[in-house]
C-alpha cells in the first residue's frame, strides 16, 4: 500500500502506475497543518478525476477529535473510495461513534452502508489493548493497520526502529485480525535507501501473518512484492494440491497426499491463499 | 460565496499551481492573471476552466493571480476552490 | 514533395540545395552502393622534422589561413566541460571571419557563450547531431540566415564523405597528444575516452589542429588520431572542465518513474525472445535508458545469458557489466565516464570505434547492423511510433538525433522508453512535432501507463502476451493521455523554415519550422 501525501499534486497524479496493490491517499500526518483543508479538497478532485485502475483506493482521514476530522469525512465519504482508513483507534467507544457518524453521512447522500470498507489504524498501546473488540465491531472492517512510528512515541521507546519494542504490538494486532478473518497491514519501513533491511522486516512480518505492508517510496514496492508474492515454485506447488483437492472431492475423497505430503483442509486453505496472491483464478484451473 | 480578504493556494512545485484570490468592488468583474510554464499548449484551456469554476461558484466580482507550474485539471480546481473558501474564511478546520 | 511519412518537403532550399525527401529505413540501403559520389580526403605534405607545434590556439587558426565562408568542426567529447569550441569561435571572430559553417559534431549548453556570433553574422549556418540551450532556441527563432541540418551520428560521416559538409579545418580536442598530433582521449588529466566523432575530421579536414593540455613524449599511445593527418599541435592549459567532461561513475537514476518503466522495459525486453546468448545490447547514459540495463544485469545472471557485446555511448555500467563477464566486448563510440576512459586503456576487449564504424549506414556494414536490443529515450512519440528526439515542447531546438535513427534501424528489437506525459505535457500524442526515427524502426513503446507493440511485429505481441504482458493500442494510450492533460494546442509556428532533419541515409525526413515570438 503505496502512501501518497494528498496535499502533493504531482505525487497523488501518478499514483497507480507504481504497481502497488493499494494506494493511500493521506489526509493525516503526510499534511502540515495549515494545509489540512488543500489536501482535502485536492484528494476529492483527484479522486473525481483520476482512474487509480487496478489499486486499491483508500483515503486516511484525520481523527475525528482533531478540528479537521469531521470536515474530512464529510467530503470523503460521500466520494466512496474503496476504503476509508481512520488513524488512532483506541476503543471501542470512538469506532462505534465514527462509524455512526460514516453511516449518516452515507444515509444523506443515499448510499448504501457496506460498500465503502473501514480499515482502522492501531497507533497506541491503549489501541493494542482493545484492538480485538475494535475490529469485531462491525463487518466493514475489513483491515487493520499497526502504525509502528506513533505507536513507538505512545510507548516512549528509546529506540523506535528496531522493531523490539512494537514485536508484541504486531502479534497481537494480528491475531485479532485473524480472529476477524480480516486483512492486516504492517507499518512504514522508513529507511527508504536499506533494500536489504526493508527485506528482512517484509519477510518477518510475512512469517507473522500480516497480509501487506505500508510502503512510503515507490522504489520500495518492488521488494514487498518479491516478498510477499508467492515464488513460482509455491506456485506450482499450489496448483497440485488444489487440482488433487477438486479430484479426490469429486470422489469424496476428504484426506490426501500430494508428494508424499499429508493434505487436508487447512493445507488446502493455505494452497488457495497462495493462489489468491498469485491473482489465480481457483475456479479456472 | 462572499470574499472577505485575500487569500492563496497550492504552491509553486512541479505539476502545482499557486492561485491567490483578492476580493474587489462589485462590478468590477474578473481580473485574471495568468502564467503558466504550458501557456501556449494550455493557455486556453486553463482560463476556459477557471472561468467555468468561477461561473459555478457565480462569482462575477474577483481578482485571481495563477501561476502555473503544469497543473493538472483537478489540481487547478482544487486550488481554486481552497483559495476561494479560505478568502471566504469558510474553512473550519484550518489553523492560520 | 511529400516524403513516406506525408510529410512536405520542398524541392530545395536555400543555403543547402537540392532536397531528397525519406522514402523509407532501407529504401538506399536495399541497392548495396550509394549513387552519390564521394569526395577524396586532401592531399597534403610537410618538409621532414618540421615543427608543427604552436605557441597558441590563434597562431595556429592563422596558420591554417582562415576565410570567410569556411566551415569549421568539432567534435563533442568534452560535453559539458567544453571550452575550445567557443575560443576558437572568438578568435575567428575577433579574425574577422565571417558567414562561418559551424559543423560541430553536437552542440550543448556549453556553447551558449557562442549566440552573440550567431546575431552578428559570424557563423550563419550549422550541421550538428543535436543543439541546447540558448542555440537552440536561437535557432527555432530563425536566428541565423541559412537553415541548420540536424544530422545522426552515423549520417555526419556520410555527409562528409559525400562532401555535404566540407571541413576547412578541424580543431580537435584531445587529453594526450605529442608533438606530431598523435592523440588520444583515453589518458591525461581531462581524459574523455574515445574520440569516435573525431576520425572523420581528422581524415577529411583540409586543416586538422589537435589542442591537448597535456604533452606526452613521442609517441603517444595509443592513437585515436594519427600525425599523417594533422597539420598542427597547441598545447593550452586547460582543454575544459574535467568535472563535467566525464563524472566519476554513472549512477543508475532513482527517480521512481524512470525506475517504473525501466523494470518494465526490462519485462518486455526478457518475454521478448531477443534476450539469449550471444545477445548485443545498447542502452542510453542515463534516465529510464539506463537503468533498464541494471535490471537486463540481474536476469541475465538468473538467467546465465552471456551477451556478445555492448554498444555505445558507453558509461561505467557497461564496463562493470563487461568485467562481470556479462559481455565479451565493447564498443565504444563516446565514453561518459572516468572509468570508462580508464577500461578503454587497459582492456583489449574494450574497443575504441570511430562514428563510421558505428553507424555511417553507407559501408559494408556498421555496428548498429549488428545490434539486437537497444533502448533509447524520446521527447515526444506518436501512434504511428514516429519519435521525436529533437524538439522540445515549445518547438525549441533541445536534444540530438544523435545515434537515435542509426541504432533503431538495425536493432532486431528497438524498445522506447518514456512517460506517457511529463507535467502536463503529453508525450504519447497523435502526431509529434518533428520526427527524426521514423515508426517503421521502433518495435515497442514502454510508458508507465502502458506498453505498446508495433502492429509490424505481431510475433513480439504474441510472444509478449503469452508471458501475461499486457500490451496496449497505442490509440487508446494517447487517448489516455489527452484525457488526464486536456487536448495541447499545437505549437505556433511560421511558414519559414529554420531546419531540417536528415535522415542517416541523407533523404529529408522532417522540417523544423520558425516558432513564432
Known sequence: MLYIPGNNPAMLQQGSVYGADGVLLDLEDAVALNQKDSARILVSHMLKYISYEGCEVTVRVNHIDTPFGLDDLKQIVPLQPDAIRLPKVETLEEISRIIQVIEEIEDEHQLPHDRMKVHVMIETALGVQNVYDIAKYSPRIDAISIGGQDLAADMQLVKANDGIGIDYARKQIVMAAKACKIDVFDTVYVDTENEEGLRDEAEYIKKLGFTGKAIINPRQIEIVNEVFTPTEVEIRKAVKIVKAFERNKAEGIGVFAVDGKMVDAPVVQRALRVLEMADIDAEAL | ?96 | MKNKLQINIPEELAGIGKLEPFQGAFAKLKKGWMEEKTVPPPNKAKLPHSNKVCASLKEAIVKTKPYNGMTISFHHHLRGGDNLLVESIKILAELGIKDITLASSSLTSAHDPILPYFKDGTITQVYSSGIRGELGKAIAEGILPKPCVIHSHGGRVRCVHTGRIKIDLAILAASASDIEGNATGSHGPSAFGSMGYAAIDSWYAKQVVVVTDNIVDYPCVPQSVTQNYIDFVVKVDSIGDPSKIAGGTTRITKAPMDLQIARLAAQVIEHSGELKDGFSFQVGAGGASLAVAKYIRKIMKQRTIKGSFILGGVTSYGVDMLNEGLFGSIFDVQSFDAAVSSSLMDNPYHIEIPAGVYANPFNCGCMTNKLDIVVLGALEIDTDFNVNVITGSEGYVRGASGGHSDTASGANLTVVVCPSFRGRIPIVKDKVHTVVTPGESIDVLVTERGICVNPERADLKANLEASGIQVKDIEDLAREVESITGKAKPIEITDRIVGVVEYRDGTIIDVIHQVKE
Do not use: H
Open chain 2, 1 to 96: 460565496m462572499k470574499l472577505k480578504t485575500k487569500a492563496q493556494a497550492g504552491s509553486f512545485e512541479s505539476s502545482d499551481v499557486l492561485i491567490m484570490v483578492e476580493p474587489v468592488e462589485k462590478g468590477t468583474g474578473r481580473k485574471i492573471e495568468l502564467s503558466s510554464i504550458v501557456m501556449q499548449q494550455f493557455g486556453e484551456d486553463l482560463l476556459q476552466q477557471i472561468n467555468r469554476d468561477l461561473d459555478a461558484y457565480g462569482m462575477s466580482d474577483v481578482r485571481i493571480i495563477v501561476n502555473d507550474k503544469g497543473a493538472l485539471p483537478p489540481t487547478i480546481s482544487a486550488r481554486l476552490e481552497t483559495a476561494l473558501k479560505r478568502a471566504a474564511e469558510m474553512q473550519t478546520g484550518t489553523l492560520k
